[in-house]
């Protein structure tokens, strides 16, 4: 690992703050869960039905997978800072013709150009493994998300509140406004922390086999694939969930949608105090063991005729609970398998993992009726749990990097 400056706080001479990691992966985090207490509203706005909205969802879900295959190699080829600058810069205006969308149709199109926000995360993660070893990358990215939780904790609950009294347009202000602002931080503080490579993305491409072809890349990615599958399985069925099923308003489901990252947060926390203790592997199978449980309690009160708001809701926080213990472990152990390739395998990474995210996501609404109840979207989440716990399997008896 090559040594690096000392971090200084907007001085771009060093690597970036952590303050400034965490707003990077902030932006993609709000981008994501802001609108969702607004999803019926806008579908009556733009007089379609509530499944074409949902693709605002699982449609944004799929772009950030392609996206980040794309950014992951664009950024170990030129650098990290130039590719987070122009992320963003396209992120304020995707977010701006997204609030004056004439029609779903071009709204659609600007959802989905906003998913290049997911550069913050790729490349936060790739910062921190640029700079530290295997374990403690574990440990900051655990820090680095539990800063980033922060704002699906609240974002839900400040888009009900703006969409209650300005209407949904005002999600997307904030966006742009929150994209600006971070876009003007990174300017100032993010230093570079890659050599470029100069290689071009067919060059990079070169690099994959060596990914795809570990056993090790594997069992970490499908297990961040499945673990964070289930919260996303939760995003395309939860607004269904609380307000045809329940019958919440906007705000209280943006308050019931915060609820899983109450867990996420002290997940976040213990992952990054004592993953180097207890272990990358054991730290994540912790989780998932922790989200099964939380999940399957919830299922069987439900079945039992015992379910409601608040045992669907407060259940979620165990699935927050073990993701945030599960998921920095995971993503640390996929891009270490080849440190000099950080970015690719972040962004290879993270692609199977909002890919298998679009997919439940989908599934997350189309397994829901008002006549089912919410149990068809518990087992989905307990499923999906279970088996990133049976992904770690593939780690087991590979070689360390």
């Known amino acids: 690992m090559t040594a690096v400056p000392a971090v200084r706080f907007l001085d771009r001479t060093t690597p970036p703050h952590m303050a400034t990691l965490i707003l990077m992966a902030g932006v993609p985090a709000l981008s994501q869960s802001v609108f969702l207490p607004s999803l019926a509203h806008m579908a009556q706005h733009f007089g379609t039905s509530y499944g074409v909205m949902q693709l605002a969802v699982s449609g944004y879900l799929a772009a950030t997978a392609v996206l980040q295959i794309l950014l992951g ?3 170990d080829s030129f650098g990290r800072r130039p590719v987070m600058l ?9 977010s701006l013709g997204a609030m004056l969308a004439p029609s779903v149709g071009v709204f659609l199109a600007c959802r989905m150009l906003q998913g290049v926000s997911v550069a913050g995360i790729v490349l936060s993660r790739a910062v921190v493994r640029d700079t530290v070893g295997t374990a403690e990358a574990a440990s900051r990215i655990g820090y680095v998300t539990m800063g980033m939780a922060l704002v699906p904790m609240v974002g839900p609950v400040l888009g009900g509140l703006l969409d209650e009294v300005w209407g949904w347009q005002a999600s997307f202000v904030l966006l742009a406004a929150a994209g600006a602002l971070v876009l003007a931080l990174v300017a100032l503080d ?21 990914l795809l072809g570990s056993r090790r890349f594997w069992g970490y990615s499908l297990c961040a694939a499945f673990a964070s599958g289930a919260f996303f399985a939760l995003l395309g069925g939860a607004a269904f969930v609380s307000g045809e099923i329940f019958g919440l308003s906007p705000l209280w489901t943006g308050v019931a949608l915060g609820a899983p990252s109450i867990g996420y947060v002290l997940g976040n926390y213990l992952a990054g105090r004592h993953s180097m203790r207890v272990g990358l592997d054991r730290m994540a199978l912790l989780g998932c063991m922790v989200a099964v449980l939380g999940l399957g309690a919830s299922l069987i009160l439900t079945l039992a005729g015992l379910g409601g708001p608040w045992v669907f809701f407060g259940f979620c926080m165990a699935l927050g609970l073990g993701n945030g213990m599960t998921l920095p472990n995971a993503m640390a152990g996929s891009i270490s398998v080849r440190p000099d390739l950080a970015a690719t395998a972040s962004g290879l990474s993270g692609a199977i993992m909002t890919a298998g995210g679009a997919v439940l996501a989908v599934l997350g609404a189309a397994v829901l009726s008002r006549g089912t109840g919410p149990w068809p979207l518990q087992a989905l989440m307990a499923g999906s749990v279970a088996l990133a716990g049976v992904s770690l399997l593939l780690v087991r008896g590979t070689a360390r990097p």
């Not at 122009?86 to 995707?94: E, S």
């Open 73 to 75: 190699s664009v950024a």
């Open 86 to 94: 122009a992320a963003l810069a396209i992120f304020v205006l995707a």
């Open 190 to 210: 993010q230093g570079e922390t890659a050599r470029a490579r100069g290689e071009g993305l067919r060059g990079q491409l070169r690099h994959y086999p060596a």
